[in-house]
């Protein structure tokens, strides 16, 4: 099974972008998913966190309100639409899976993710 991230591109401070992450089978389909980037230089982090049913979400701090996650299981695709971005939000984006649960109460752990996809880059320039 494959996670596939696309989406990225540059755009200028302020403006929009969509990135998905299509998997290639049903399989991950019932199991939490994430968003997550790495800019140069830096750590990867989690960006948000979706549960199988859509219902529960979780945001880092600095994307609340300018970035929502969501999921379509019927396409096998998590989404990462992203408003109002910053030169800040510049990184490569990746998709993971936390195979170990469906639900989502809490903001997850980067560790928790065992299953990884390619990642897409993100370049906002101001």
């Known amino acids: 099974v494959q996670l596939q991230a696309s989406g990225g591109g540059t755009v200028q401070a302020g403006g929009s972008l969509r990135l998905s992450c299509a998997a290639s089978s049903r399989t991950f389909n019932i199991y939490v998913m994430g968003w997550f980037r790495q800019a140069p230089g830096k750590e990867r982090e989690f960006v948000a966190a979706i549960s199988w049913s859509g219902s529960s979400t979780f945001y880092t701090d600095s994307v609340k309100s300018r970035f929502t996650i969501s999921r379509d299981n019927g396409k096998n695709t998590v989404y990462l639409q992203m408003y109002s971005l910053k030169p800040e939000d510049t990184a490569v984006y990746s998709c993971?899976?936390?195979?170990?649960?469906?639900?989502?109460?809490?903001?997850?752990?980067?560790?928790?993710?065992?299953?990884w996809g390619q990642g897409t880059l993100v370049t906002v320039s101001s």
């Open positions: 993971a899976v936390d195979r170990s649960r469906s639900s989502l109460e809490a903001t997850p752990h980067i560790d928790e993710f065992d299953y």
